[in-house]
């Protein structure tokens, strides 16, 4: 059991999948950068936490709901539970559905994240939680994702690799790659092309230009 001090926010293992460098520059060296991807994506999760509740016999709907699993040391919260209640007003199946901008991509940075709610799902509910939801924006429907085996042994390893990188307290070095650095908001504070930017904190090359700017300035 972990404690709540030490608890992996979901949100990280979509950044540690999609470049572990990313990942610690937001999460250990506290580095963001707003960029049209992200903005848009903000925007459609404030819009779905205003929705309203539904709520018929036997069925409910809860929007940005706050989860956390103890068991397996995660925090984080869900767009959207379904809730499909017993007869005797328990919970007796529960889905979990994220809402995303854009289209249903190739890596598994939604799902690792919809399996990470289901952790926390069925340590709430106690049940288990076979199935999850992703709502694309551009496709307009929801596609539905087995919280199967290896989708779940996928996101333990990933949450491992992440207390790993903690603990350390590093950073991993900058590479580029087209596919990743393309789309990436820190694209500009990483510069994995310049060459020597390598394993550097960001915070210090940062510090060392506003240096440099105020040297100029004379100031
Ligand atoms: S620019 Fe590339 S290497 Fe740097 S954090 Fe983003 S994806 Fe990772």
Redesign the pocket.
């Known amino acids: 059991m972990y404690c709540e001090d030490d608890l992996v926010p979901i949100s990280a293992l979509q950044h540690i999948l999609?470049?572990e460098?990313?990942y610690a520059?937001i999460h250990i060296e506290q580095v963001w950068e707003e960029n049209r991807f992200t903005a848009e994506g903000k925007v459609l999760h404030e819009r779905v936490d205003v929705e309203h509740h539904e709520s018929r016999r036997l069925f409910r709907q809860e929007y940005g709901i706050a989860v956390r699993s103890l068991e397996r040391g995660l925090i984080g919260k869900c767009d959207l539970v379904e809730l499909h209640l017993a007869p005797n007003g328990g919970v007796a199946d529960a889905v979990p559905v994220e809402f995303k901008r854009g289209r249903n991509k190739e890596e598994d940075v939604d799902r690792v994240q919809l399996c990470a709610q289901a952790f926390c799902l069925e340590e709430t509910f106690k049940v288990p939680v076979a199935v999850g939801q992703l709502y694309y924006l551009q496709e307009h429907r929801r596609t539905t994702v087995d919280i199967d085996g290896p989708l779940r042994a996928k996101t333990m390893e990933l949450v491992a690799r992440i207390r790993q990188l903690q603990s350390a307290g590093t950073t991993p070095p900058?590479?580029?790659?087209k596919r990743?650095?393309d789309r990436?908001s820190?694209?500009e504070l990483?510069m994995?092309e310049s060459a020597g930017s390598g394993g550097k904190r960001v915070d210090r090359f940062v510090q060392s230009q506003i240096r440099a700017t105020r040297e100029e300035c004379g100031q």
Request: proline letters at 6%; glycine letters at 0%; hydrophobic letters at 40%.
């Open positions: 999609f470049c460098r990313q520059l900058a590479v580029y790659e990743t650095c990436c820190l694209l990483c994995p």
